[in-house]
T-cell receptor
Framework: GAVVSQHPSWVICKSGTSVKIECRSL??????MFWYRQFPKQSLMLMAT?????????EQGVEKDKFLINHASLTLSTLTVTSAHPEDSSFYIC?????????????FGEGSRLTVL | SQKIEQNSEALNIQEGKTATLTCNYT??????LQWYRQDPGRGPVFLLL?????KEKRKERLKVTFDTTLKQSLFHITASQPADSATYLC???????????FGDGTTLTVKP
């Protein structure tokens, strides 16, 4: 099946610094990728839809200046958490729709656990 | 507003039994309903997708039903094994390329 790789799998940073998370589709082209945030024992909260070559679409309540999304190629989307604070600590996951031959299911990255000290 | 409810936060069953998980939704007309498995600290993995005009879908020991009148999907794992222990998420999608909305998940524990 389609493979989505996410990097780094975990990161620890100091408050006020910025952190970049990469999401790559390894064996297919993904014009659309999705970024989620997940707190312990809670479900996936969609943050934004990342569209190749255009601006991301953010969900209500998600600060676009805080969570910068760039989708510069058909296989790479990045999420940058700017001026991170402890409340930004969470599990961030990306996903992409599979190749056109698939029926629309999502393929997820392994997730990135961010801890802000 | 749209709401997805999965029957219970946790489900414990004995190995060999059939696990049945429920996903109910309101204020939504999904074109697709999907089930995913998520292990601790990992991203979800796709299991099954069922369309609004399908009643049932099977894959090995997995079976999904979809009742658009009741606004409910049932997810069954037959002959359950300890390796089936995980959190199972249902997700609704309104169009082929639309975003998916996820339920909170049910954590299944299969005891040997």
């Amino acid at each position: 099946g389609a493979v989505v790789s996410q990097h780094p799998s975990w990161v620890i940073c100091k408050s006020g610094t910025s952190v970049k998370i990469e999401c790559r589709s390894l064996d297919f082209q993904a014009t659309t990728m999705f970024w989620y945030r997940q707190f312990p024992k809670q479900s996936l909260m969609l943050m934004a839809t990342s569209n190749e070559g255009s601006k991301a679409t953010y969900e209500q309540g998600v600060e676009k200046d805080k969570f910068l999304i760039n989708h510069a190629s058909l296989t790479l989307s990045t999420l940058t958490v700017t001026s991170a604070h402890p409340e930004d600590s969470s599990f961030y996951i990306c996903s992409a729709r599979g190749p056109p031959t698939n029926t629309g299911e999502l393929f997820f990255g392994e997730g990135s656990r961010l801890t802000v000290l | 507003s749209q709401k997805i409810e999965q029957n219970s936060e946790a489900l414990n069953i004995q190995e060999g039994k059939t696990a049945t998980l429920t996903c109910n939704y309101t204020n939504y007309s999904p074109a697709y309903l999907q089930w995913y498995r998520q292990d601790p600290g990992r991203g979800p993995v796709f299991l099954l997708l069922i369309r609004e005009n399908e009643k049932e879908k099977r894959k090995e020991r997995l079976k999904v039903t979809f009742d658009t009148t009741l606004k409910q999907s049932l997810f069954h794992i037959t002959a359950s094994q300890p390796a089936d222990s995980a959190t199972y998420l249902c997700a609704l999608q309104s169009t082929n390329a639309g975003k998916s909305t996820f339920g909170d998940g049910t954590t299944l524990t299969v005891k040997p």
